[in-house]
Each structure stands twice: as C-alpha cells, then as structure tokens.
C-alpha cells in the first residue's frame, strides 16, 4: 500500500467499511517510558552531563617528614557532554471534496456499511502524529549526532546506539558474525560494570530474534520454574538476575536484529523545545490556497542520554 504526496482528494483517498488496523508497528516502549521526565530547553545544544575523573586508587606513603610540607595540588578538570533537538515536522491537506464524500465508499460496500474513517482529515492528523512517534522511537536508537552550523544545515540528535557504539561489545570475529551466548552476555554486563554502569535501572532493549534468542539461553538454567500446568509450555524471558543488578527486557521493532543495548533509564528523558506562545508538537492552520484544508504540525525534539558509560551495546548478533 502506498501512500501519497500531496494533497488526499476523494480519488486519491478511498474510504472504505471495516475495523481498522495499522499494518506498521507503532508501538514506541522507549519514548512510553521516558515521555514523562521531558524537560524544556531554549537552546537547541544542550548539555547531557559534566563529568570529572578521579586518577587510580591507590595507597599513599606519606611519611610524618612528608606530611609538614604540603602535596602538590590535584585540581579536577570537568569536560560537559551536549546533544541537539531537532525538528520533525509534517502537513495534512485534505480537500474540501474528500472531506464531504465521507459517505462514498469503495470496496466491499454491504447494506448499513460505515466508513471506518469517517472524518478524513482527522484521520490524517493522527495517522502523521503516529509516524511522528515512529520516527521519535527509531531516532532515540539510531539517530546518528549532527550539529548544524548554518540554517540549511540540520540539527541531528545522538541516539542511544551511537553513543554506546565506540565501548561497544563487538562479537564480530573476522567479519563473521557470532551467536549470542551466556558467556559473551557475561562479558558485556561486566565490562558495562567495570566502565562505570551502576545498574540503577538498567533496561535491554532488543528486537525479536535476540529476544528468543535471550530466552532460549536462560531457558535451562537451573532454578527456572516451568508451568504446573501440563496444558501449558512456552517459555518468556523478562528479566535478568545479574551480579550487578537486575536488567528487565523490552522487545522494541525499531532496534536492529544484530544488536542488544543496555539502556540505563534512570539518566534518560526527552528534551523538548517549545516554540514561544504555541507549545511543542502544535497543530496549526497553514495559508489556504484552495478548496483544500491544510495543516501542519511542527516539533523540536531531542534525547538526554546521559554519560555513555551509564549503558552499553551488544553488536555483530549472529541471526538466522
């Protein structure tokens, strides 16, 4: 089915009868889960955290001659990490003609048949809010850093997978992909944790070949209970006990097949940018040009990340 440029006219725009279902997903469990902490900003760059370092630990050997003449000082140099929003942006126009032919269905048309979609232009609006959120989703993950230097130059914000990309676990060997194993899960939870991810409420998010992959993997260690009931079998993985804290599973379809990431949702929320007098995400009338109805909506939009040592990055799956 493809949809179309332009403005929807009463030819371009068939009504039909029938329940009405969205043949591309749009479920968005990332933004669901971190739409509540959004925060403001006036400033399209942003930071995302100020970070020091402390040298290695270690024992001194201070002797009590030592200690009468002062150490030298040790001043801690603070770098701040910075993400953009950006815009997304979408118009509606739908025309006076398709707007007053709701009545006028194609297809199967049985005695008593409704259009299941009886306002066309309403229908528009919340069918481009929808590929808003899509495109929010697959932007929080894979939205690649651009900061734009000029006004034709596009504001892009850093997603969860670039960030976590450079400290990310690679399993690929010689450009062979491998299997996820325990082994190698252990490997990253530990290096995750060694790097300085403290666990606080650390979410994996996966598409679904490493979800039954994860399953399949923990499905026959010992201590798994298996239904009482001999009518019942299956096996669904939602969390991981860890030695360094508990990871809870969340299948998202926006996530590549060959990667798992380890998000720490704890230090990551939205950064929204209001437009003065209209809010964020508004729905405005354009200038009308025709026997047509026009609308845009416009959002400035972008993800605090927190430090990328918060989370980390499973790449190279092997997927049959």
């Known amino acids: 089915m493809a949809n179309q440029s332009g403005t929807g006219t009463v030819f371009n725009l068939p009504n039909f009868a029938g329940q009405l279902y969205s043949a591309s997903p749009i479920i968005t469990p990332l933004l669901n ?11 399209f760059q942003f930071p995302t955290g100020v970070e020091y370092a402390h040298e290695n630990a270690g024992q001194p050997t201070i002797s009590e001659t030592d200690s009468l003449t002062a150490p030298t000082a040790v001043s801690y140099v603070r770098i701040q990490n910075s993400n953009v929003t950006q815009i997304f942006q979408e118009k509606i126009s739908v025309s006076y003609m398709a707007q007053s032919n709701a009545g006028r269905l194609t297809g199967i048309n ?11 232009l309403d229908f528009q609006v919340r069918r ?29 914000t850093r997603g969860l997978l670039a960030l976590t990309d450079s400290a990310a676990t690679n399993l690929t060997s010689n450009n062979v992909a491998a299997a996820l194993t325990q082994t190698n899960l252990n490997a990253a939870f530990k290096a995750a944790y060694d790097a ?3 666990f606080t409420d650390m979410v994996l998010f996966c598409n679904s070949a490493v979800k039954q992959m994860l399953s399949v993997i923990y499905n026959g260690q010992k201590g798994v209970r298996l239904p009482e009931s001999r ?3 299956g096996f669904n993985l939602e969390t991981i006990e860890t030695d360094f804290g508990v990871m809870h599973i969340v ?3 926006f996530m590549p097949a060959d990667k798992l990431l380890g998000v720490d949702i704890s230090c990551v929320r939205p950064v929204e940018q209001d437009v003065p007098g209209k809010g964020n995400f508004f729905l405005e009338p354009l200038a009308k040009n025709g026997a047509a109805e026009e609308y845009q909506i416009f959002g400035q939009i972008g993800l605090d990340h927190g430090p990328a040592w918060k989370h980390f990055q499973i790449k190279g799956i092997k997927v049959d």
Do not use: C, H, W
């Open 128 to 156: 481009a809010m929808e590929k808003i959120a899509r495109n929010v989703e697959y932007t929080f993950l894979n939205g690649a850093y651009q900061l734009s230097d000029a006004s034709n130059v596009a504001n892009k």
């Open 110 to 120: 049985t005695a008593g048949a409704q259009n299941s979609a009886d306002n066309p």
């Open 33 to 43: 889960m971190i739409s509540a902490k959004a925060v403001k900003t006036e400033n």
């Open 231 to 233: 009518t019942a079998g």
């Open 196 to 198: 300085g991810a403290d």
């Open 251 to 253: 299948i998202d379809r």
